[in-house]
């Protein structure tokens, strides 16, 4: 099965500026899912976009998603210390089996 | 009040030991699933229960063995530990299959 191929693999930014996390995949998918986990922590579900979406809102969360170009992009918009974490893509596919990415690692410096 | 919860939080202990890790849920939802971490973050189902029945087993050593005595416990029983059994073992549960998973904190195992 395939898994999203995140990118950057780490992102370093300062308090306030936005984030950007892209995500590449090469099979069709059903939905695409935004996770975050916290140092020694469990992951946390952020949202969902499915095939035929294009953008989802969240708060300060803005998640797209082309499947013609087969990728999607995670923006958190006035980023906070509390935000750093580590970011995953986890695809749905047609066999409905979940894949996880390996994981952003996001840096916000207060 | 955690909404899953597994326990122990680590476990440090030699090979060749049997152990368990147990998880329990109290959101009501019918899928619970087993993870495995490793070092480098990588996150790779190993099993998924809905309503006490297994549904998904993937390619797991058959030293693993998942019990689920009801839908709000998912069990995880290891015998013979290796050393590559150290990661973090995650249990989540979801009401709808594969989405909006609730994850729980994680066990630190360790085998030396």
């Known amino acids: 099965s395939q898994q999203g191929e995140e990118d950057p693999q780490a992102l370093s930014i300062q308090e306030g500026e936005n984030a950007t996390m892209n995500c590449s995949y090469k099979t069709s998918i059903n939905n695409l899912q935004w996770y975050r986990q916290n140092s020694g922590r469990g992951l946390v579900h952020l949202i969902l976009i499915r095939s035929n979406e294009r953008e989802k809102h969240s708060g300060r969360l803005r998640v797209t998603l082309d499947t013609s170009k087969k990728s999607s992009s995670l923006l958190i918009t006035a980023s906070r210390a509390a935000d750093t974490a580590s970011y995953f893509c986890?695809?749905?596919?047609?066999?409905?089996?979940?894949?996880f990415g390996k994981g952003i690692t996001l840096s916000v410096r207060p | 009040d955690t909404a899953v919860s597994q326990t122990p939080k680590y476990l440090v202990t030699q090979m060749g030991n049997d152990k368990s890790i147990k998880c329990e849920q109290n959101l009501g939802h019918d899928t619970m699933y087993w993870y495995k971490q490793d070092s480098k973050k990588f996150l790779k189902i190993m099993f998924s229960?809905?309503?006490?029945?297994?549904?998904i087993n993937e390619t797991v050593p058959n030293r693993f063995s998942p019990k689920s005595p009801d839908k709000a416990h998912l069990n995880l029983h290891i015998n013979s530990l290796e050393l590559g059994d150290s990661a973090v073992y995650f249990c989540?549960?979801?009401?709808?299959?594969?989405?909006?998973?609730?994850f729980g904190s994680g066990t630190r195992l360790t085998v030396v």
């Open positions: 989540a549960s979801s009401q709808v299959q594969n989405y909006g998973y609730t």
């Open positions: 229960y809905n309503n006490k029945e297994l549904i």
């Open positions: 986890v695809l749905t596919g047609a066999n409905s089996k979940l894949t």
